[in-house]
């Protein structure tokens, strides 16, 4: 029986901005900030060297407002401002994404979570085994027994079906209706007020999600809670809305493009080379 290939989505902007954070300092010559493209090509050098690697696609977030911040204006409002010096970077790292022939995905309008979350299903209906490199916890809603998420680099951070229901008490796909009722702060997500995740997850796993909940607050002990789930029952089925990742993004998929050649006769790797020399990451030149 021949092995599925192996598609890996990698969430550009969260390596991004890790690598703006992880390494200080480091320039080009004429005074360019480098920093987040040198640690953001570390990291892809690492996965293109992994073993097993067919098929590889990197996707951004663009900076325009997207269908959340339409229908909720508070979206993500307490986020600072990226930094000027790593939206500079950003035009870099696709060149350097782009001299290893590897797509990338964005669209205005949409998320990249929407966006991974639209190739990592339309990967598994082509038998993919998909891989999704991303710390964003909105992505373990998608994980299936085809789809996992690498958070990060520790040997522990790949959650698939068990991981995630050991970590949360739910299936992975119940994690939008704990969202929706816990709320998320990072993202300002409202929830309902006096749920946090540990009383969301018993709630989901009480009554099986979101509606099970509303429709039995009075079976629900803590006058509080009931009263609260009673009143911001619109604002937790926004919340619902807001977290449930989109799997129809409309976005041109070619896997073909998406292939790994870093290994094959259409990897120029003269052309990165020169590009690692002008940027001045001689360490990481090829040979």
């Not at 690697?53 to 993500?76: C, M, Q, W």
């Not at 709320?183 to 099970?212: H, M, R, W, Y």
């Amino acid at each position: 029986m021949n092995q599925k290939k192996t598609l890996y989505l990698i969430d550009g902007n969260s390596y991004a901005y890790r690598s703006f954070y992880a390494i200080k300092d480091l320039k080009t010559r004429e005074g360019l900030p480098t920093n987040a493209v040198y640690g953001f090509t570390v990291s892809l050098l690492k996965i293109l060297r992994r073993e097993r690697l067919d098929y590889i696609g990197i996707v951004f977030d663009l900076p325009e407002p997207t269908f959340r911040h339409k229908e909720f204006a508070s979206y993500k409002a307490n986020r600072p401002k990226m930094p000027d010096e790593l939206i500079i970077q950003f035009p870099i790292i696709k060149e350097v994404i782009r001299a290893f022939n590897i797509p990338i995905f964005e669209l205005g309008g949409y998320e990249a979570d929407d966006i991974i979350a639209t190739l990592a299903k339309e990967g598994e209906k082509n038998v993919f085994d998909v891989f999704v490199m991303s710390p964003d916890k909105d992505l373990l809603q998608i994980i299936t027994d085809n789809i996992r998420v690498i958070r990060s680099a520790k040997k522990d951070a790949v959650f698939d079906r068990k991981r995630v229901y050991e970590k949360y008490g739910v299936e992975p796909e119940k994690l939008v209706d704990i969202a929706a009722l816990g709320g998320d702060s990072s993202d300002n997500i409202p929830g309902v007020p006096g749920i946090g995740e540990k009383t969301a997850s018993k709630l989901v796993k009480q009554f099986g999600d979101l509606d099970g909940v509303l429709k039995n607050t009075d079976k629900i002990h803590g006058e509080k809670i009931r009263k609260n789930l009673n009143q911001f029952s619109h604002q937790a089925e926004l919340s619902r809305k807001l977290v449930c990742l989109k799997t129809d993004v409309p976005i041109r998929i070619c896997w073909e493009d998406c292939a790994a050649k870093v290994y094959s006769v259409d990897f120029n790797k003269s052309k990165v080379n020169r590009l690692f020399a002008e940027l001045g990451f001689n360490k990481l030149i090829l040979t």
